[in-house]
Nanobody, 131 residues
Framework: QVQLVESGGGLVQAGASLRLSCADSGWTSKGAVFAWYRQAPGQERAFAAAITWSGDSTYYADFVKGRFTISRDNAKRTVYLQMNDLQPEDTAVYYC????????????????????????WGQGTQVTVSS
């Protein structure tokens, strides 16, 4: 059973930075894709960023606007989301997700933005940004 464990959330002021981490216990799969989603109160879960196992392909939602960076350390089996210049509208629960069914080196943008392709999800970590 694959487990994804997020950490790094917290309460910060506008303009601050946070780095989220997601440790996975899955098997080595060079086609795997890892993503971060977020869900604000009363809103649907929204795609934020994704990265392939190799790290060669990364994907971002428009709202990231160059503020977030996704990365992966395969030796540590950990995916990171560096978030800079956080704003109150970034307040949400952030979830890590893993897609072990992907088989291509560069999955399409449409695929990585589709929640249904991710078979495994973490429990979420709360990020709260005060103004």
């Amino acid at each position: 059973q694959v487990q994804l464990v997020e950490s790094g959330g917290g309460l910060v002021q506008a303009g601050a930075s946070l780095r989220l981490s997601c440790a996975d216990s899955g098997w080595t799969s060079k086609g795997a894709v890892f993503a971060w989603y977020r869900q604000a109160p009363g809103q649907e879960r929204a795609f934020a960023a994704a990265i392939t196992w190799s790290g060669d392909s990364t994907y971002y939602a428009d709202f990231v606007k160059g503020r977030f960076t996704i990365s992966r350390d395969n030796a540590k089996r950990t995916v990171y989301l560096q978030m800079n210049d956080l704003q109150p509208e970034d307040t949400a629960v952030y979830y890590c997700a893993a897609d072990y069914r992907n088989t291509t080196d560069a999955p399409t943008h449409a695929r990585v933005r589709t929640p249904l392709v991710y078979d495994y999800w973490g429990q979420g970590t709360q990020v709260t940004v005060s103004s």
